[in-house]
C-alpha cells in the first residue's frame, strides 16, 4: 500500500549543507567510485497535488544524467528525494544497490552544488572546501593535501586565503563544485548550479564540469532548464513535464528523435506538420493540406489514416537554388531572413499552415537568399521523425 506522507518543512540552504557535509552516523554508501542509482516508482504528493506521478529511471555507475523540463515539471522534487530532503509518497530510491529513500540526507555521503551555492560568507576558499572533511574527522594532514588537490582540479590554486565575497560568480560555482566532491562522493547532485552565471561563463562552465566529472568518474545527476547545458553536459537526458518522464536517452537520440511534439518543442527549434497518412504505390506518405506527398519510413508501420505530427529540425533542412533527387524536396518562396550571428534563420512558404525554418551557416552570408526568392528546401529522410497523435 502506498504510504502518504504530508510535505516536508523546507529547511535553509545553510541547514542543508551543514547536513550533507556532517557525514554523522554510519554511512550507507562507501566513498570513491561512482555508484549506480535506481529510481523506482518514486512518487510525491502535496495533499491532492501530485507533483511527481510515479517515475523510474536508472542511473549507470560514473555517468552523468540530466533532469530536463519546464517550471513545475517535478525535477527538483525528485532531485531533493533523491538527496533526502524530501519523502517520497511511494516507491524507493536505491544507491549501490542500497535503499536509501527513509534514510536521512546526512547519512547518504552525497555530494549536492546547490542554485545558490550556499558559500558559509565568513570561511576562506580553503575553509569551505575543507568543512566537509572536519565533520568527517579526516586528519589535519589530509585535509592539507585534498584541498590543495582539489582546488587545483577545479583551477582554483592561489585563491584559497580569499573569501567568497572576494570571488568572481564563476569562481564561487568552483569552490561550491570542490566542496561537493572533496569527500569524494559516490554521488553528485546538482541544482542548476549555472543558473546564477551569465551566458558566457555558464557557456564556459557546461564543459568545465563535464570533463571534472569524467575525469573523477563521478555518478552525476543534475537538473536544469537549459536545454543547450542538457544537450552539452549528459550521457542521458530525462525529459519531464507535469511530474512524468515524456523521454529518456542519449542526448542526440533524443533530440533528432523526439517521441512526442512536447520534446520535440522543448529541446531546441522544430517544424512540426501535422496531417494524415495515405499510402501511394505501397508506400506511407503524409497528406496534410496543400503538401500530399511527404515519404514516411517504412519501418515505423503506419497504417492508412493514422494521424501523425511530423518534425524536422531547421539545422537538418539545407535550401538550395536546386532541387535535389536524393532527398525530401520542396519548393517554396522565402518570407524572411534574420541574421543570429553563427546561423542565418530563414522562414519559407511551402504551402503548409505556417512557414518551415530552417537555418544555414552564416558564413554563406544573409544576402545568399532574398525575401520572396524561390528555393528549394531539402533534407533526408532519416532527419524527418513521425510521431502518432
Known sequence: MTRVVSPSTSKGLATRTKELASGQGRSSIGAGAGADVKVDRIEKRFGSHVAVQPTSFEVPAGKLVTLVGPSGSGKTTILKMIAGFEEPSGGCVLISG????????????????FQQYALFPHLTVAENVAY??????????EIR????????????????????????GGQQQRVAMARAIVFRPPLLLMDEPMSALDKRLRDEMQYEIRNLQQKLG????????????????????VVLDRGAIEQSGPPQQVYKHPRSEFVATFLGESNILKGTVAFHEGKPWLAAGGVRRVPLVESDGFRDGDVVAYVVRPESITVASEKRDDAVTFVGRVVDTTFTGDAVRLRIDLGWSEPIVAKVLSRHGISL?????????????????SIRC
Request: net charge negative; no cysteine.
Open 369 to 385: 537568399f532574398q525575401s520572396g526568392e524561390e528555393v528549394a528546401v531539402s533534407w533526408s529522410l532519416a532527419d524527418g521523425t
Open 218 to 237: 563521478i555518478t552525476t545527476i543534475a537538473v536544469t532548464h537549459d536545454q543547450s547545458e542538457a544537450l552539452v553536459m549528459s550521457d542521458v537526458i
Open 98 to 113: 542500497v535503499d536509501v529513500t527513509h534514510i536521512p540526507a546526512h547519512k547518504r555521503n552525497l555530494g549536492f552544488v
Open 145 to 168: 593535501t585534498r584541498v590543495s588537490e582539489t582546488l587545483n582540479l577545479v583551477r582554483l590554486d592561489g585563491l584559497g586565503e580569499r573569501y567568497p565575497s572576494q570571488l568572481s
Open 132 to 141: 566537509a572533511l572536519k565533520m568527517r574527522r579526516v586528519s589535519r594532514a
